[in-house]
């Protein structure tokens, strides 16, 4: 009955009384955070999806809410395009096909759109634990055969798992792979040629808020194409965790690893801190196994190995090649497979608390480092606009910190949270609505934001707080919404508290845009502070940053050029822009990248190495200035492996 009541109500305020469809929206968000349980909330939107996926039922809401109206300003649904993001869509041909990334920003139709490799691209933990622990040394060695092809035709390679990243880094109008059954092996790291001290777990100093402690890490290798919330089951079934995650486990963890994407925490470093080892074909389809100077294998022993002696896979032990391809956005090569460091299962206490940006910038102004390192997960997330009588930009401050679950405790209680828009954001047509609503009403674009970021601050002094399984507090909730959304994030050093003037310098930018053109921009800025990378082109790279977080949503008019602004003026405040969510203007051929990154020569020495005829070049590397001047040269007949280096 909650479900049909909510979904009449719906319609009519949809049909008949548009003006007071935000309000509701906003009463039935309230009483589905407040006063349900999840079980309830998500019943409600499971029976309103499998109505709303009915093409009928659309076409009766578009035909009805479209009548008289500018074509400009109709609603429309676009539900097989969602379908296929959603559910990681895999071409069944590898013939020509059109492909897209997730929001649709970046689509061509690659001259081949290949496959390889005997793993499967979803539910990877279902697959038989046999099958899942063998190395695909088949698949290994077709897409060793590609890129030997690729090179004697002149043509460019480029690798693609879920399409997540929004700019051109992945690209390719020549081959496109797609690492989507590059799955396998799933295992422990403990083969005898890895070495001894880290077989069976290892110790290691790590920061919790403001002390130093140690924690077990463990070794576990993935394909590269395997989608981070696929493999976080497949660790839990080791009793293992990811050290940290993402605002969205939809990535594929390569992708997460190779533009340095990052969660939240000043003792957590970026994704490509966690690899300790990758496999991966390069130039001359040479298949490597590369790993810092001192790497967890031991190379006598993997002198002795099938991996070795039968499949030719050479060990590859070089800090600066090693620092250099981990976080190189394809532009060296495919890594088809990556052993990561992880942790024992952990749960986490999540606070939110209401604040403004004026009262934070105070407090880190006076504290500095200390106030943004006393928790394992520090964010904040500011309404751009002031709305109220006082002038301050309201700010919810996210804490998140180990705590240890009382098994018995009722799980319904333990498990319950406040999700953002939780009605709206679990909708399949939740970004066309949004989209629709913001254009005909932006003046109330300021109140919605603020209205939704209350609705959220949930903490233990208030009688909330909420507590559960590491991958259920850290994710960031926003159900069929992140399919629609998009953004630009770009990091900041933290010496001289410099990002502070940032984030001034952009509330200004998005304040003057709504006060010249009433262009408002549609979401909140969100701040995560990481920890340094040794990664010589992450975005962290030697420096702790705040990384500053700009989403707008697809179709709202105008967001994209107050994303354009703000990214181009960033560039004053030594701003460093996130490889997968940026607009290029910080990456274009007249930005002189040496500028960000002290090693870049390294970087460049590496790219040199592993792609010594253009393979590997794409868009990215052209706007960039990286590719070479002229068309990749066929290599010359590949040597039998005959060393190691």
Not at 261 to 267: C, I, K, M, R, Y
Not at 282 to 304: S, W
Request: some cysteine; glycine content about 8%; charged content about 25%.
């Amino acid at each position: 009955m909650l479900t049909l009541s909510i979904l009449l109500q719906f319609l009519g305020k949809l049909i008949f009384q548009r003006k007071q469809l935000p309000d509701y929206l906003e009463s039935v968000d309230d009483r589905l955070t407040h006063h349900c349980t999840n079980a309830q909330r998500e019943q409600v939107i499971r029976h309103l999806n499998w109505m709303l996926r009915r093409r009928r039922f659309q076409r009766f809401i578009e035909n009805t809410v479209n009548h008289l109206m500018p074509s400009d300003e109709r609603l429309i649904f676009d539900t097989g395009a969602y379908e296929k993001r959603a559910n990681g869509y895999l071409p069944p041909t590898e013939t020509r096909v059109t492909w897209s990334n997730w929001i649709g920003s970046q689509q061509l139709v690659p001259l081949r759109f290949l496959v390889p490799g005997n793993g499967v691209h979803q539910e990877a933990d279902q697959q038989l634990p046999d099958q899942r622990m063998e190395y695909d040394f088949d698949g290994l060695r077709s897409l060793q055969q590609l890129v030997r092809d690729a090179e004697r035709e002149g043509r460019r390679v480029r690798a693609v798992a879920s399409g997540h990243s929004l700019s051109d880094v992945a690209v390719t109008a020549d081959y496109m792979v797609s690492t989507r059954r590059m799955t396998r092996p799933q295992r422990r790291a403990d083969q005898p040629y890895i070495k001894a001290d880290f077989r069976d777990g290892y110790l290691v100093d790590t920061r919790v808020g403001d002390h130093v402690t140690q924690e077990r890490r463990h070794l576990y290798e993935t394909g590269a194409g395997t989608i981070i919330k696929d493999l976080k089951p497949l660790l839990a079934q080791e009793g293992w965790a990811l050290q940290n995650l993402g605002g969205s486990d939809v990535q594929g963890i390569l992708g997460a690893v190779s533009t340095s994407t990052h969660g939240s925490g000043l003792g957590l470093g970026p994704y490509p801190n966690f690899v300790k080892s990758m496999v991966m074909v390069v130039g001359g389809g040479r298949a490597i196994r590369l790993e810092p100077h001192d790497g967890i294998t031991d190379p006598e022993a993997y002198r002795q190995t099938p991996e070795w002696l039968e499949h030719g896979i050479e060990l590859v032990q070089d800090d600066a090649l090693f620092y250099s391809a981990v976080v190189a956005m394809g532009c060296m090569g495919i890594v088809f497979s990556v052993v990561l460091e992880v942790m024992n299962l952990y749960s986490l206490k999540e606070e939110r608390l209401p604040s403004s940006w004026e009262i934070e910038k105070a407090i880190i102004a006076e504290r500095g480092l200390d106030y943004l390192r006393q928790d394992r997960h520090f964010e904040l997330t500011i309404n751009p606009y002031a709305v109220d009588d006082s002038g301050e930009h309201f700010c919810l401050v996210t804490r998140r910190n180990y705590v240890d679950l009382d098994p018995d405790q009722p799980a319904d209680e333990r498990t319950r949270r406040n999700y953002l828009s939780s009605l709206l954001s679990g909708l399949i047509i939740a970004g066309p609505v949004s989209a629709w609503l913001f254009n005909r009403q932006f003046e109330r674009i300021p109140k919605l934001i603020s209205n939704s970021l209350y609705r959220i601050v949930d903490y233990e002094e208030d009688g909330g707080g909420f507590c559960g399984p590491y991958d259920v507090v850290l994710n960031q909730g926003l159900g069929e919404m992140k399919f629609y959304g998009y953004a630009i994030e770009l990091a900041f050093p933290l010496e001289g508290n410099l990002f502070v003037q940032a984030v001034d310098r952009m509330l200004e930018l998005i304040n003057q845009f709504a006060q010249a053109y009433k262009h408002f921009h549609p979401a909140p800025l969100a701040l995560r502070f990481v920890d340094a990378s040794p990664a010589y082109l992450s975005m962290t790279y030697e420096r702790p940053a705040c990384l500053v977080e700009v989403v707008s949503l697809w179709d709202v008019r105008c967001s994209l050029d107050i994303l354009k602004v703000i990214e181009r003026e960033m560039l004053a405040f030594q701003a460093r822009p996130h490889w997968g969510l940026n607009l290029g203007y910080a990456t274009g051929i007249d930005q002189d990248l040496s500028r960000w990154y002290p090693h870049y020569d390294r970087w460049l020495a590496a790219y040199r190495t592993f792609n010594p005829h253009g393979t590997f070049d794409n868009r990215f590397t052209d706007r960039a200035g990286l590719s070479r001047a002229e068309a990749p040269t066929p290599p010359p007949p590949l040597a039998p492996p005959v060393k190691m280096i």
